[in-house]
């Protein structure tokens, strides 16, 4: 899978289960099979306060995705701090993304996503895709 542009291989991490939500769990075969290899951005948001430092005070401000199609398996999402989608939860404390996250992630880290310069171009041409 990718996130923001760089390559991990989870493929042992998301064999056991990892979630704290009762009633969650957060490796069924379905979901798991149905982002295998997809581009997970959307599903792990850094909050606001921490990806514009300066420039968002509000821990309640977030980016509403607007391409839903990018969001196929809600449960997979990943929303931390005030507007976790479950409390309680891990994925509730403000530092979730920096102390759970960003340090368990980084360990399965392969490499940076590369796109041909084609693709580049074919999706900034095409009109159909929403911005």
Not at 48 to 65: E, F, H, K, N, Y
Request: aromatic residues 10%; hydrophobic residues 30%; glycine residues 6%.
């Amino acid at each position: 899978m990718s996130i923001q542009g760089r390559v991990f291989d989870v493929s042992n991490f998301v064999k056991g289960d990892h979630s704290d939500v009762t009633g969650q769990p957060s490796n069924s075969a379905p979901v798991l099979d149905g982002l295998a290899g997809t581009d997970m951005t959307y599903y792990f948001p850094p909050p606001l306060q921490l990806a514009c430092a300066g420039l968002v005070s509000d821990p309640r401000m977030q980016i509403t995705v607007k391409n839903t199609s990018q969001m196929l398996y809600p449960t997979a999402s990943h929303v931390s701090g005030v507007n976790a989608q479950y409390n309680p939860s891990a994925l509730d404390n403000e530092d979730w993304y920096t102390a759970n996250f960003r340090p368990t992630i980084d360990q399965y880290y392969k490499g940076p996503l590369v796109w041909e310069p084609s693709e580049i171009y074919s999706q900034a041409n095409d009109t159909n895709i929403q911005r």
